[in-house]
């Protein structure tokens, strides 16, 4: 086929760019909503988790201000939940992480990446003691600096699951 044929033939698809589509071709495929910024101030209870094709040990990590300190609730692959009290001062290094990445502008995120067929998700979730919240999930599409806000919040309960592990050890 003659290479004017090729161009005819392309010119009839649907998608072809000199067809008027041009819009379908430049759509982002992204969704996001978001809300009202919230300001941080000192955490009640925080909640986070993120799931993918790779099933994470830690699948939901909740935090809980509590009058002798901070109760860290994991929930573990297999359906397993592990517990453990800590000091009252992680929710303070919380706080630090929360407002050094703006997580305020992360409420009322809501974001969908209808394109990616096998990608990851994320939840989150903050109550503060003054009745405010941020909440925020989306699906293959994240707010600014999610991936590291989650990777130092986890480094932060990193001895809660040092702990689950040794026992888990001990255990056998």
């Known amino acids: 086929m003659a290479f004017s044929s090729w161009v005819a033939l392309l010119a009839g698809c649907e998608k072809w760019p000199g067809n008027g589509n ?20 000192d955490i009640q209870e925080i909640s986070f988790r993120e799931s993918g094709s790779i099933v994470p040990l830690v699948s939901n990590a909740t935090l809980t201000r509590e009058e002798t300190g901070t109760r860290v609730r994991l929930e573990l692959q297999y359906q397993d939940e592990y517990e453990l009290m800590m000091d009252a001062s992680l929710m303070d290094q919380v ?13 009322g995120f809501r974001g969908n990446d209808s394109m990616v067929l096998d990608g990851s998700s994320f939840s989150f979730y903050v ?15 994240f707010p600014r600096n999610q991936r590291k806000v989650f990777s130092e919040l986890s480094t932060l309960i990193d001895p809660v699951v040092k702990q689950w592990y040794q026992e888990q050890f001990v255990s056998w």
Do not use: M
């Open 22 to 41: 041009q819009k379908k071709l430049q759509d982002n495929p992204v969704e996001i909503t978001t809300g009202t910024p919230v300001t941080i101030t």
């Open 95 to 107: 706080r630090e992480i929360l407002e050094r990445y703006e997580v305020g502008n992360w409420n």
């Open 127 to 141: 109550s503060f003691t003054d009745g405010t919240s941020i909440s925020a999930s989306g699906t293959n599409a």
